[in-house]
């Protein structure tokens, strides 16, 4: 995984079959691995813009007290 490539583009996986991902980030963002329908994807982009705007995502971290404000948690 670089910042904006993951490689393979395709996983082939048989029904029943056990997958294990390890997953290494090689890039200078933060990022996550999710596995998911297209819905799904697409309703979690937009949670990602809100952090962005929110300041809880940051280029290389997340900002948790920023998370925890969003959340109706402590305030920093």
């Known amino acids: 995984m670089l910042d904006n490539l993951f490689e393979p583009k395709k996983i082939s996986v ?3 079959e056990t997958i294990r991902f ?3 980030n090689a890039g200078e963002l933060v990022h996550e691995f999710n596995i998911g329908t297209s819905a799904m994807r697409s309703a979690h982009q937009k949670e990602m813009e809100t952090m962005v705007d929110h300041g809880t995502l940051e280029t290389d971290k997340i900002n948790h ?5 969003d959340m109706g948690g402590a305030k920093p």
């Open 65 to 69: 007290a920023m998370m925890k404000m």
């Open 22 to 24: 390890i997953i290494k």
């Open 14 to 16: 048989k029904e029943g």
